[in-house]
């Protein structure tokens, strides 16, 4: 199966150990992984301040990179989220504003709608272009919403594909601490990732799952949420790093580094003592702790 690896703003610039925790992964279960050089950013932030021009610019450019790959993983339940439920409607209004009519095709099944044999098989016929490219051969150029249609279903966070499309639970992990998972909102609401996740964790020999106080709480990050309303952003935070001190765990573990940053610095100023890793990450590791006494990947809640 040929993947996509869709890094994310974030990832990239603040957290490039995450994404080649899930090259790493994904490898090892036979999955051959590519990483476009031309992705940018997907345009959420964008989005989400009132700039949906700007946005529906980085869609057309999102669609054309990864077009033509099997699946697209992310690192990311927020920007993973952002592709399927944004661009659908971004795509319609584009389409819309061009004089394009609505077409039957341009209504995206749900990714849940899609079989597990049929997302390792999308994309694999006609000609691509490039790292990916859009599909060639065809007499009518589709529609951006066609477009986004054809590859909305293809796009996963790193849980769901594991789960879901690739059909494991158990990814030959070992990581022997004491874990706590946060759900984070994109992930959980957007997402409905449910128990995907710790379904994972709960397979990765040597590590025990501690269930999280109020584990369904937004951790107040939120993206610009957090600049724009700092005082309940922190006071919303202040919760999650008491609920997370709590469990007596040494990692605290998340599918997004945005909120893993974002509780870690107030469990660092708190001298807490504990680490935050992203899901990738501990799925990845196979070995124990290095000579330094951490686990390789780990990130301590430090300031």
Known sequence: MRVALFITCVNDTLFPGTGRAVVTLLRRLGCEVDFPQAQTCCGQMHVNTG???????????FTDVFAGY??????????????????????????????????AASAAPPV???SSAEAGTAGTAGTVRGGGGRTAGRT??????????????????LSEFLVDVL??????????????????????????????????????RGLELVPLPGAEECCGFGGTFAVKNPAVSAAMCADKAHNVMATGAEVLCAADNSCLMHVGGALGRQRAGIRVMHLAEILAATSEPTAGGRTAGGRTGEG
């Not at 700039?51 to 450019?61: D, I």
């Not at 990581?175 to 959980?188: D, G, I, K, N, W």
């Open 51 to 61: 700039y949906p021009q700007e946005g529906t610019r980085l869609a057309r450019h």
């Open 140 to 157: 009518a150029a589709p529609s951006f919403a066609e477009e986004v249609a054809a590859l909305v279903p293809k796009v996963h966070d």
């Open 167 to 204: 059909g494991v639970t158990d990814v030959g992990a070992s990581f022997p601490h004491r874990v706590t998972y946060h759900p984070t909102c994109h992930s959980l609401r957007g997402l409905r990732l449910g128990d995907r996740p710790t379904r994972l964790l709960e397979q990765v």
């Open 112 to 114: 849940s709608a899609v």
């Open 70 to 103: 099997d699946a697209v993983v992310a690192p990311s339940g927020s920007c993973a989220a952002m592709v399927r439920e944004q661009y659908p409607r971004l795509a319609r209004a584009a389409d819309a504003a061009a004089g394009r009519p609505a077409s």
